[in-house]
């Protein structure tokens, strides 16, 4: 035990309560899992480029010339974006475009946005 959970000053401990949240928590490398993708919402860049995708489907070029960024920055992102399977791509010819993964994704910015608005 810590120190914490030792020096609790707590008299009572609800068992049933405890034993149901912990019947419910996921594993840890679920949750590390989980921490991880939150971590990479925890990056303007990749945050702003979410949000333009949000918005329409674009290609590197455009992505760059919306953030004042070279199309090298914007592809390393797209790359670790695409590693989380945070977005997607599609080819039309030799042009790549980009787009939310899923509809997850697309209500996680949304949940975001709205939650800044309150």
């Known amino acids: 035990m810590s120190k914490t959970a ?66 090298s920055a914007i592809s390393h992102q797209l790359k670790t974006l695409k590693h989380s399977k945070l977005v997607k791509f599609r080819r039309e010819g030799k042009v790549v475009f980009y787009s939310l993964a899923d509809t997850h994704v697309r209500s996680i910015i949304a949940q975001g946005m709205e939650h800044l608005a309150e």
């Open 6 to 71: 030792t020096n609790c000053e707590c008299l009572l401990i609800h068992k049933d309560a405890v034993n149901e949240v912990r019947s419910a928590l996921p594993s840890d490398e679920t949750l590390s899992d989980l921490a991880d993708l939150f971590k990479l919402f925890g990056d303007t860049t990749r945050i702003k480029i979410l949000y333009l995708l949000f918005e329409k489907e674009l290609c590197v070029c455009d992505i760059a010339a919306l953030l004042n960024m070279t199309q």
